[in-house]
């Protein structure tokens, strides 16, 4: 039987303005190391940078993995836990209200990478004492304001 490495993921998306310039981050922890990454988009939304920053976490995987993601956005959390996800592709990539799932092509992406992997995402409380999570949203913010600041620069 292959050994699957588990690996811990926080995640966090910030925006100036929604829409407005948006940064994401995630930091992955296994086996006693740690990486941060971070980016960043010009017009974007806060929910965007959410599952950005999901998205960029699983896709730094080399391999399959049993992933624990770690969010504060009840958006990413309850898509799964919720299983809204399941309800979305059963009616055609429409919501409740028969209108187009916003985000779909993130969300059809997040999909592919969790049926990579084994994933669970769990809620945390944002901007409280959870030193992972705050510590993304410093790099999330990190990116949105670089992005803000080399506006008008080209």
């Known amino acids: 039987m292959a050994v699957i490495n588990e690996v811990t993921i926080y995640t966090d998306g910030a925006c100036s303005g929604n829409p407005g ?39 730094a995987l080399k391999r399959p993995c049993k992933v624990d993601v770690y969010s504060d956005s009840a958006y990413v959390v309850n898509a799964f836990a919720q299983d809204w996800i399941g309800k979305w592709i059963r009616n055609g990539w429409k919501n409740s209200a028969k209108a187009e799932v916003a985000n779909s092509d993130l969300w059809k992406e997040l999909l592919v990478l969790t049926s990579t992997h084994k994933v669970v995402f769990h809620k945390v409380k944002g901007h409280a004492d959870n030193e992972f999570n705050n510590r993304c949203d410093e790099l999330a913010v990190a990116e949105w304001k670089k992005i803000s600041s080399n506006k008008g620069k080209d």
């Open 21 to 59: 310039p948006g940064g994401w981050a995630a930091i992955l922890m296994a086996g006693g190391a740690k990486k941060e990454l971070s980016g960043g988009e010009d017009n974007t939304t806060n929910n965007r940078m959410e599952l950005m920053a999901v998205i960029e976490g699983l896709r």
